[in-house]
């Protein structure tokens, strides 16, 4: 797909952080230390104005905690947390507010992100009375209406009294979109939003996605353990394992001239159109470090066939090989 023309950034993060503790036993409490889980642990990037960028990795990368903390549903630290040039203030609930009205997220799985005992005309609707958005009744109803036929449920008013379980999945993750699209956002986090759905619905779904960014010119931060589907949808995509990014830059360049070890070996098994299978496709060896150990080198480090002492004692920093295009590595230069 052609790329977009983009202007500048609307979320700019830099050292993002979001680490839980966990609570063990009084018994492993009493003088000890407690275990840190790293889900996100220091991760700087831009999502530019009217593009998709991909975020691509294992289970357990710390993907979705990323979207959450861009959405401030999870506690979190950074440096620095842009707008469209504007910081974030947490603290703030008034500001916090108005960025929530322009910034939403679809979740995974549309039945449980859904209340099963709310009428979808009070999903979809909930967001403006949340917001109090709307004045009279009637424009509550025409709002949700015209939503739920911008999502592809048409006509929406045959929707309004019907419960999540009475319907299909496809038709749940439309009701998902048109509950985020009624709020006329400019941002978007998609998390694995076709993933839950059967191989015939995710076209569809995904063609709706695309036409509704065209028309109103969203960004979006798709979510995917799928390299190929992103390279499908996105401008950029970035690489992230373990609470880290990797590697980042345009789709086309990541999936030819992809540098970091684990962006190659994602790619290795990425099924690519018109390609005959003629030798059994490498996987990565070992299984992900626990995300509490300190790791004081790269985090990939462990499972890296290309691996040097340097990897195993400091952690690489990302640095910039080519024009827009990011890696962190000890054995990529530019």
């Known amino acids: 797909m052609a790329k977009n023309e983009v202007t500048g950034n609307i979320i700019e993060v830099k050292n993002l952080k979001v680490h839980f503790k966990l609570k063990g036993s009084l018994r492993q409490e009493i003088g000890s230390k407690a275990k840190v889980v790293r889900a996100v642990d220091g991760i700087t990037f831009q999502i530019r104005e009217d593009e998709i960028l991909s975020?691509?990795?294992?289970?357990?990368?710390?993907?979705?905690?990323?979207g959450k903390a861009l959405l401030q549903l999870v506690e979190s630290e950074y440096e620095e947390f842009l707008f469209r040039g504007e910081p974030v203030n947490k603290k703030d609930k008034k500001s916090l507010k108005a960025f929530r009205r322009t910034?939403?997220?679809?979740?995974?799985?549309?039945?449980?992100?859904?209340?099963?005992r709310n009428r979808i005309l009070d999903i979809v609707a909930e967001p403006l009375d949340v917001n109090h958005l709307v004045k009279t009744p009637e424009e509550r109803v025409e709002r949700a209406k015209d939503a739920l036929e911008r999502a592809g449920l048409t006509p929406g008013e045959d929707f309004f009294y019907r419960y999540p379980y009475?319907?299909?999945?496809?038709q749940r993750q439309r009701v998902v979109i048109a509950s985020a699209m009624i709020m006329n956002?400019?941002?978007?986090?998609?998390?694995e939003p076709v993933s839950m759905l059967d191989a015939s619905i995710r076209i569809s779904v995904l063609k709706l996605m695309l036409d509704i960014r065209k028309q109103r010119n969203l960004a979006y931060l798709f979510i995917t353990?799928?390299?190929?589907?992103?390279?499908?949808?996105?401008?950029?995509i970035a690489i992230m394992y373990l609470g880290k990014i990797m590697?980042?830059?345009q789709a086309d360049t990541i999936i030819h001239h992809g540098s970091h070890p684990y962006t190659k070996a994602l790619i290795q098994i990425m099924p690519k159109p018109g390609e005959k299978v003629t030798e059994e496709k490498k996987v990565l060896q070992g299984e992900t470090p626990?995300?509490?150990d300190e790791i004081s080198g790269c985090k990939f480090c462990s499972r890296c066939p290309e691996a040097i002492d340097k990897c195993r004692e400091t952690a690489p920093e990302m640095q910039e090989i080519e024009d827009d295009h990011y890696v962190a590595c000890h054995l990529v230069k530019r």
């Open 55 to 66: 975020l691509v990795g294992e289970s357990g990368s710390g993907k979705t905690t990323t």
């Open 103 to 116: 910034a939403q997220m679809i979740y995974q799985d549309p039945y449980q992100s859904l209340n099963p």
């Open 247 to 249: 590697e980042i830059g």
């Open 225 to 236: 353990h799928d390299l190929s589907l992103a390279w499908l949808l996105s401008d950029r």
């Open 185 to 191: 956002p400019s941002f978007i986090v998609a998390d």
């Open 166 to 170: 009475e319907l299909s999945g496809g």
């Open 290 to 292: 626990n995300p509490t």
